[in-house]
């Protein structure tokens, strides 16, 4: 039956109902109507014998219990003063103890209420049975009200209020409790038995209705109270979604209450034998589901509020494994808690027969779809943890502090196969969860093969960025802290991925290389490297003595802190170069990869003091001009020009002083520096 069949038969049911009041009204006024007027007899005097018959258990009872209870408070008192400042086991047990100490004074009560007829060896009439059955279930439904509340003593109250609302509800629920007890268990039923049915039906509705405007009543005088703690609950967000839900109507509350009392009252006067006890039913079980659903939400929430620890050990070996728990954990918990929610409703349309969840899922339609449902939350929560695992691997094998320091391929291989790890093992899950909800993933694999051909003629740059990126990863041209020139920039590779590089220039610039543009790779960190000591010197130096001085620089620098980094020895080229003002000399330093920089700088620093203690004259640019005879200034036109002009100058000044100007040379210093750094020049001035 679909959900729009059960409305439609719960719509009739309503009509017929409403028949049935309407026609209960009308029998109940008809007969108060016979009683007033006279046409329905009434015994007076069977109801007085059967009101005197009573009147001496009546007394004895009551007697009885207000005496008992006089000795049971002094009792109480006692229990009161050990019960503060107890532990919880012990506060337990003595609000158990005053409660058995309670439920006795009730026992001995109702027992002593049996005592005339004992003493006088008559039996009990009904009339006196009724009355002490209504008074031994009515005491025993306020000694449940006074452990749950406790009015006069806070110390063995088991709710957490305080003691002016507690005096408050016990006031109204023992004096509802009171009056619709003794009507329905013992006025009514009198009535029914002396006078007539008519009459114990009229006391019963008047008595019911006078209960119900008290109950009007209480839930007006509290409607702001219960609307300022369901939004204090909401704040705290400690139950989570159901008490969202209860804030949600904390506004309109009162009126949901009033309407459903309503409801059960008009359904008592209607069908009491059908409806009534299906709804009151339904509001037990819909509110012990939603309790439930409470508890477990709170649980839920409080667990993922505080999070997970782990050991100092663990977090030291895997230092985002605690965060990306905390990130993965309450994911999971809020699925939880929505399918908690879900379960709370389907338990609850089920109570009310507005859908019949059960029966759908006996089916073999609902099973399957119930089990592949489960079977996908499964396979999320296996992958999740897969995940989980890997990059808590992958982030171990690339920590420095435990195991075998990380080499820069196995960083680069590691970082890529981590990213490409997430994206192949994503996609498999996201298939395996479609396979599992019933999708067809065939047409889904050839439409994105189709869509990746098309994706691959219209970006023939993405494409041929990854498959250069491939190769040069397949041939280790480059890792990660490598210092390597890429397009013509230079800088150390902060980050690859399998179609760009990654580097931090020496000016601090992040510069994001595509691969499809990488023409050649040249890396500077790659097993060794070599500084390469390129010396001007003058003309009139020996280069024998320049040589030599080279060689007991390279000495000096390798009693240094530098020298553990020196692989070989000095290679000595010789004289590579004549200048315009100096001769080129040069040497070569094999380093570790890397150190050929801070090597260099510490090789040039020493090289200057040696040829400073000796004598060489490292040269800078100059102009020697030889004037002719006879004159004491040059020309205007011999006036030195520095850039490009200046070899017109030059030409000129030949031109007019003839073979008696001499050639201009022009001495070039190397500048050593980080791999990015220019080699220099000194300009003629």
């Given amino acids: 039956m679909t959900i729009l069949d059960r409305i439609t038969a719960y719509t009739g049911s309503a009509v017929e109902g409403s028949a049935e009041l309407i026609g209960t009204i009308i029998r109940l006024a008809d007969h108060l109507g016979a009683v007033v007027s006279g046409a329905a007899t009434i015994s007076v005097s069977g109801l007085w014998n059967s009101v005197r018959s009573v009147l001496l258990v009546v007394t004895i009872t009551f007697a009885a219990y207000f005496m008992l209870r006089l000795a049971f408070r002094r009792f109480q008192r006692v229990l009161a003063g050990a019960a503060e400042g107890a532990g919880i086991i012990r506060h337990t047990g003595i609000i158990g103890l005053s409660a058995g100490a309670d439920l006795l004074t009730v026992l001995g009560a109702w027992v002593m209420g049996y005592l005339p007829a004992f003493y006088t060896g008559i039996q009990a009439g009904n009339s006196r049975t009724l009355f002490l059955n209504a008074f031994l279930f009515i005491e025993l439904a306020k000694v449940a009200a006074r452990i749950l509340l406790a009015p006069r003593w806070p110390a063995l109250r088991l709710g957490r209020i305080d003691d002016t609302t507690a005096a408050y509800w016990y006031f109204w629920l023992s004096r509802l409790v009171s009056a619709i ?213 992958v982030e171990y094998r690339l920590n420095p502090t435990y195991g075998r320091m990380p080499s820069p391929r196995e960083r680069t291989l590691l970082g890529l196969f981590r990213n490409a790890f997430t994206i192949v093992f994503s996609i498999v899950i996201l298939l395996l969860v479609l396979t599992q909800l019933g999708v067809n993933v065939g047409p889904l694999l050839a439409g994105a093969g189709i869509i990746g051909l098309a994706v691959g003629f219209g970006s023939q740059k993405l494409v041929q960025d990854v498959i250069n990126g491939a190769f040069i990863q397949f041939e280790n041209a480059m890792n990660e802290g490598d210092m390597v020139t890429v397009g013509g920039i230079t800088g150390v590779v902060e980050r690859l991925t399998i179609r760009s590089v990654s580097l931090r220039t020496v000016d601090g610039a992040y510069h994001l290389i595509p691969f499809s543009s990488v023409e050649s790779v040249a890396n500077f960190m790659r097993n060794f490297s070599y500084h390469v000591a390129a010396i001007g010197v003058s003309y009139g130096a020996n280069i024998s003595n320049v040589k030599q001085a080279m060689r007991d620089a390279f000495e000096r620098l390798k009693e240094t802190e530098f020298g553990e980094h020196i692989i070989d020895d000095l290679e000595m080229h010789g004289v590579t170069e004549f200048a315009d003002s100096a001769v080129v000399v040069r040497a070569r330093i094999k380093t570790t990869a890397g150190q050929q920089w801070t090597l260099g700088r510490a090789y040039n620093e020493i090289l200057k003091e040696v040829f400073d203690e000796r004598g060489i004259e490292i040269p800078f640019p100059q102009v020697t001009l030889h004037l002719p005879e006879g004159k004491t200034s040059p020309p205007a036109q011999a006036t030195p020009v520095v850039g490009a002009s200046r070899t017109g100058e030059k030409s000129r000044k030949r031109n007019a002083d003839g073979p008696a100007h001499k050639r201009q040379r022009k001495s070039r210093v190397a500048q050593d520096g980080p791999a990015d750094e220019s080699q220099g020049s000194l300009e003629e001035v």
């Fill in 181 to 393: 007890g003794y009507t329905f268990l013992f006025v009514a039923p009198l009535l029914a038995t002396n006078v007539s049915s008519s009459a114990a039906e009229a006391v019963r509705v008047f008595v019911l209705f006078c209960a119900l405007a008290m109950a009007w009543v209480i839930i007006l005088q509290n409607r702001d109270a219960v609307r300022a703690r369901l939004g204090r609950y909401a704040e705290r967000g400690e139950a989570e979604p159901l008490v969202r839900i209860l804030s949600g109507v904390a506004t309109f509350w009162h009126i949901v209450a009033i309407g459903y009392l309503t409801l059960i009252f008009v359904l008592w006067l209607a069908n009491r034998e059908a409806a009534l006890p299906f709804v009151l039913l339904a509001t037990v079980q819909s509110l012990v589901a939603m309790a439930i659903g409470v508890a477990l939400s709170v649980v839920v929430v409080r667990v993922a509020t505080g999070g997970m620890h782990l050991p100092a050990d663990i977090k030291a070996r895997l230092p985002l494994l605690e965060q990306r728990l905390n990130a993965f954990v309450p994911n999971v918990l809020r699925v939880i808690r929505g399918l908690v929610m879900v379960t709370v409703v389907l338990a609850i349309a089920q109570i009310w027969r507005l859908a019949d969840f059960i029966g759908w899922l006996s089916s073999e339609f609902g099973q399957r779809v119930v089990t592949s449902v489960i079977a996908a939350f499964l396979i999320l929560l296996a992958g999740g943890l897969v995940h989980l695992a890997v990059q808590s691997w």
